[in-house]
T-cell receptor, first 114, second 112 residues
């Protein structure tokens, strides 16, 4: 079936704008994860959901970052009042939560804040 | 706090060579360890996942080993090909949470 999809693939925002990034997980996957990857760095965990419940948001860097998954499938990561340091690739992953718990990643959204 | 380190940061080899990528982690209380491949402009592809109770996993020309007590994993690539050129990332899942902690990756170039 289809893999994890993310939209938009590229987003350019002016500093101070709000942005919304979308993730469509693999159908039936109950777990959904968001990561932030700055240029030349490894991904950094932001938050994760089990169905619609946000079980861990310890990686969100500030209260400008907000994620939701209201119906337990599609998720949106919202960044308010974007700043230049928010420029990164935002990766979404989903998992069926089995014993192996492999996370399957989408192509990412590259956010550039000018 | 778990920290993951990958050595070397970059590697350039001629086609056909066997090579080893290294990953080390500071907290041995892990649930599993995954090796991923990342191509420019694309997402992450899971290559191998090793559970904490396992010592190694193999897929085709790839073999990953895990020594939990010493906090080390290696990814062995046999008979490298130009198509193997990518960044290889190691990620560790802790025992009491679902998030992955990542290394910075090894950038591999296999030259024809």
């Amino acid at each position: 079936g289809a893999g994890v999809s993310q939209s938009p693939r590229y987003k350019v925002a002016k500093r101070g704008q709000d942005v919304a990034l979308r993730c469509d997980p693999i159908s039936g996957h109950v777990s959904l994860f968001w990561y932030q990857q700055a240029l030349g760095q490894g991904p950094e965990f932001l938050t994760y959901f089990q169905n619609e419940a946000q079980l861990d948001k310890s990686g969100l860097p500030s209260d400008r970052f907000f994620a939701e998954r209201p119906e337990g499938s599609v998720s949106t990561l919202k960044i308010q009042r974007t700043q230049q340091e928010d420029s990164a690739v935002y990766l979404c992953a989903s998992s069926n939560g089995g014993s192996a718990d492999t996370q399957y990643f989408g192509p990412g959204t590259r956010l550039t804040v000018l | 706090k778990q920290e993951v380190t990958q050595i070397p940061a970059a590697l350039s080899v001629p086609e056909g060579e066997n090579l080893v990528l290294n990953c080390s982690f500071t907290d041995s209380a892990i649930y599993n360890l995954q090796w991923f491949r990342q191509d420019p402009g694309k997402g992450l592809t899971s290559l191998l996942l090793i559970q904490s109770s396992q010592r190694e996993q193999t897929s085709g020309r790839l073999n990953a080993s895990l020594d939990k007590s010493s906090g080390r994993s290696t990814l062995y690539i046999a008979a490298s090909q130009p198509g193997d050129s990518a960044t290889y990332l190691c990620a560790v899942r802790g025992g009491n949470n679902r998030k992955l902690i990542w290394g910075l990756g090894t950038s591999l170039a296999v030259n024809p």
